[in-house]
Structures are given as structure tokens and as C-alpha cells.
């Protein structure tokens, strides 16, 4: 296992980063991206042993306790723990939907697995395309390049060319996970290719953004001026990829087991951490209601109750895909299909209406209220905290705080970034509502409609 400073070394080997049009030749000196590599050698540090075998944040999961007790591990460990472990059970659960091409694909997923564990690296996952004209296929585009693909095949591997959007903590990883967008159709093997690219393999080049607040004084922006990791745009220039790390080549009917095997456990996580952002967001709403004097307002209550009750249905169902779980051939549980797909659905459906009931309790101060270092100030500072305190016991100090923690959470650039990330992240809402339906019993249903009707399977036409 490494610890922090080790993982902060492991970072200087001629990776290509940039990040706002310079090339970063030191990620943890960086006065921005190096905040979000002292987080993950925090980390490192926190379960760094000597001694013991694998870190607990990428064992797999063998029963509902096992998936019940990873989450608020891995919440706490933060986004690069998250990815990594995600990575891992895509690849175990893909492995396990495999079973009728080449076992060598197989053989070839346990061993990079065991070996990533072993080496307790980070790995991210490189899923979504540049995709061009996105009404076209990859055989149709203008560029060819759109898509991911393999533009040489050699004795030892492949060369690959293409691009990956929206690569959280793509920089700070050892590993890209890489693998077919979507279902490819025939003529199209050469975009079904699922493999592993060291960050730091030639011809890799990722650019970076990021939410992370360009201020000196944090304090304004509690949740992101502490918690941030940046998004990778990665390119694949002509990159040549063994032969040991692929994992697919050319078989176009299973290009999809991959994305459909990353969704299910990008969608449980999403699922897990709205759970406990909804509870935030309930937590927030009471206290900025509390410190504005209006908690026993009707109306107000009536919108915190209704957080209240989404709150209780994400959470219920984050509670039935994990105790619903299902098993691969080796034994890894895997969440419940239906109850994850329909509980981030409905998670992120209404998000914003979540969002809109606390901004309207909170009133104008989330976007207005002075900053801490304006409380601090001689002539001024003591106006400020008198004119933000509401009554005896709320004072303006506490007050402002709430409100920019709202903001930061809410309603500013980090806002933005998870009001999207809701959406986006597992693959956007039409495809939980594909899948939603796929695993729904839709067949019992109709036949409880039937009976209630005093009908039966022989009366349909």
C-alpha cells in the first residue's frame, strides 16, 4: 500500500496535464490542482499499512452488508477513492456478463484488478466520447476520430485514437479505464475496445478544469474551497495499449456490457451520495428557517416537509438496491438493477425542486451575504454582523456562515457543477428509464390490473 507522500511521488512520471493553457509539470505544487492531490494523499495516509493486504476502499464486495458498509467508507474517502472503486466493479461485473466470448478477456480483467489492488493505484473511468454529430453513428461521422477507436492492430497490441469527456480526477489517477461508450453495430469493431492506459502512457494528454474557488481565503466557500477534484478532458493521441490490458477488441455485440456495468455502479453512487446530500439539504433548510425566525411559518413547513419526504424515498431506495442485491459468478454482489435505476432517477429528477423550496426559504442572503473577512473588518465588520443577526442567539457570524454554505453548495460554480453531475453522471435520466423499465415486473402488474377487472390472461387479444 502507499502512503501520501509516495502517492504525491508516484505523480511525477511524465504525465501531460495542463490546466488553463500551461502544462503542469508539478500537479502537487500546483496552487489549484495540488489542493485536490494533498486530499487524495490525505487519504492515502489515513489507510496506509505496512502490513495489511488490500486497502479496504478497493476490496470487492461479497454480500448487502459488504455494499452497505463500503458507502460511507468511500464517501468519506472522497471522489478518487469513489472512481477507483467503481472502476474495480465495473470491470468484476463485466467480467461476470462475458461468459460467451473469449475467456481470455476474463482472465485478462481478474489479473489487471488483482494488479491495480496489489499496487493500490487510482483508476478512472474514460467512457463518454467527443461523439461529433451526435444524430449520426461512429461509422458515419465526419471525423472518424469521434469515437474512441483502434486505428492499428500490431502482434503485441493496439494503438488507439479518440478523446474522453468529463473525466473526474483523470490528472490525480495511475489509470484510465477505457471502454465503449455505448452498444456498437456491426462494422463497428474497431469502437469496441475496452482497455487500461497508464495516465502517463505516450500520446496521452489531458486538460483539466475545475469549480475549485480562485480565491486566497477559503472560508466563503466551505464545501468546494476544501473538496474538489478536477475534470479531465482526455485525448488518446495514437496510444499503444499492450496486449495484457485489453479487455475487448472488435466483439461489437458485448461493446455495451461495459457502459451498462460502469452505469449500474456510477448510478449507485450517484444514488448514495444524493441520499446524504438530501439530508444536507433538509439540515439546511431547518437551520436557515430557524435563524430567519420563520420555522413555524405554514408554508415553510409544508416545504420542508416535502424535502423531508424526498429525502425518506431516496434513501429507502438506496436501502433496497443494497439489500435486494444480486451475485455474479464469482460471487460479487452487485446492487439491485431496478431499485438503483428508479431511486437515482427520482434523486435527480427532483433535484431542483429540492433545491428551489431551500432557496426560497433561505431568501436573497444566499447570493448577497457579505463575506467572513468583511465580518473581521475594523469599521465596518461590526455594522455587518449586527444588520445579519436576526434575534438573541443568532448572530450575524452564524447566519452568514449558513448562507454561504448554501451558496457554495447550491447556487455558485460547485453548485452548478453537481446540479449537472446529477443528471449527467451514470449515463442522464433517459437511460435510468430505459433500464428502470427493463427490470420493472411489468407482467405482474398487468396481470393485477387484470384481476382487479375481473379479467385474465386468456381474455387479451
Known sequence: MMNGSQYKQSLDDGRATYFEGQHVD??????????????VATVYDRFYSPTDGTNP?????RSAEDLRAHIPLLHEAGMMAHVTYTSIMTLTTAAGRLTKIDPEYIR???AYVEDVQDRDVRITQCITDAKGDRSRPPLHQDDPDAYTHVVERRSDGVVIRGAKLHITGASLGHELMTIPTKAMKDGEGDYAIACAVPV???????????YAPRHDDVRSFPVSGHHHSPEGFVIFDDVFVPEDRIFLDGQFPYAAVFAHSLGLWERLGGLSSMADGADQLVGFAQLIAEANGLAHVGHIKEKIS???????????????????????????????????NAGKYHAAANYNTVVKHLHDIAGGSVLTAPAISDLEHPKVGPL?????????????????????????????SYGGWQAVTNIQAGGGLYAQRIVTRKHYDLERAKSLALATAGLSDDDLH
Open 26 to 39: 508539478d500537479l502537487p505544487g500546483h496552487p489549484i490542482l495540488g489542493l485536490a492531490v494533498d486530499e
Open 57 to 61: 476502499l478497493m476490496v470487492v464486495p
Open 108 to 110: 485478462r480483467i481478474e
Open 200 to 210: 502517463n502512457a505516450p500520446g496521452v494528454h489531458i486538460v483539466n478544469t475545475t
Open 306 to 340: 416535502e424535502m423531508i419526504i424526498h429525502a425518506t424515498l431516496v434513501r429507502s431506495a438506496l436501502e433496497a438496491a443494497i439489500a435486494n442485491c444480486n451475485f455474479g459468478p464469482d460471487g460479487a454482489a452487485f446492487p439491485n438493477e431496478l431499485y438503483t
Open 384 to 412: 455587518v454582523r449586527k444588520y445579519m443577526a436576526t434575534m438573541t442567539g443568532v448572530d450575524g457570524e452564524y447566519r452568514t456562515r449558513l448562507f454561504h454554505a448554501i451558496r457554495d453548495l447550491t447556487a455558485d
